[in-house]
């Protein structure tokens, strides 16, 4: 439900995590892939940015972050219209409160795959035809040590994708995200406005950028998170997070 909960401990041997954070970093990351990055590198927060900024430099990556919300001084914005036009073969450095930390967090899973709304019917695909077996565990990042109900949305989104794809057996916590995005199906732009993130980023001028990561299969992008590398890249190029 938050990336507070994740137990590093409990991870098992081909265990696969499926991290959620529809506003805003899993929406960035797959909306950057899209537009041409090399690779997207999570980092845990300003300082890790600047370090692996320097470490890079010749690689003129660019860097963005926020930490509660607010741009970090001297970072590109991280939200994806920012993004889109000025990412295209650049490394993107990113650092976020919430969805970069819960991917750092899900790297003792064998595999790390990124999902928004963006790009769920394709991590569908990928998760049906490669771990229809396996346990997939779904990390909503949320906010703050905070439930966020558009990461449980977008969960349910990926639920409802893999049903139409085979059968599969659901926690009640699974269900749960069926259930509301179900109740909700075709309202997305709605339901990532009314959220409390979602009231926060139109405070801050963000509305369109709502109204972008909402569009459900948008993009046919698996993003996957390797440990070895750090990085963020297709699923093509990566097959494992070890």
């Not at 928004?116 to 906010?143: K, M, R």
């Not at 001028?205 to 990085?231: H, M």
């Amino acid at each position: 439900m938050k990336k507070e909960d994740i137990d590093p401990s409990r991870w098992k041997a081909d265990s696969v995590a499926v991290v959620f954070d529809v506003l805003l970093a899993t929406s960035t990351i797959t909306s950057s892939l899209a537009h041409g990055a090399l690779e997207v590198i999570p980092v845990l927060n300003e300082e890790e940015a600047k370090r692996v900024a320097e470490e890079m430099k010749r690689e003129n990556p660019i860097v963005a972050g926020e930490y509660g919300g607010i741009t970090i001084d001297g970072f590109h914005p991280p939200n994806p219209l920012a993004l889109n036009s000025v990412v295209k073969d650049r490394p993107l450095i990113l650092s976020t409160t919430n969805g970069t930390v819960a991917t750092r967090r899900s790297e003792g899973a064998s595999f790390v795959y990124l999902c928004s709304l963006l790009n769920v019917g394709a991590v569908a695909e990928h998760l049906y035809h490669n771990h229809q077996h396996g346990d997939l565990v779904l990390v909503c990042s949320g906010s703050a040590n905070a439930f966020c109900l558009e990461d449980y949305y977008g969960a349910g989104g990926l639920i409802q994708a893999l049903m139409k794809l085979g059968e599969w057996s659901l926690s009640d916590a699974a269900r749960g995200a069926l259930m509301i995005y179900r109740n909700e199906t075709y309202r997305a732009k709605e339901v990532l406005a009314e959220t409390r993130v979602g009231e926060m980023m139109a405070a801050y001028g963000l509305a369109r950028d709502i109204e972008f990561v909402a569009n459900e299969d948008y993009f046919k992008v698996v993003p996957v998170f390797s440990k070895q590398s750090g990085s963020i890249k297709e699923v093509g190029q990566y097959e494992s997070s070890r």
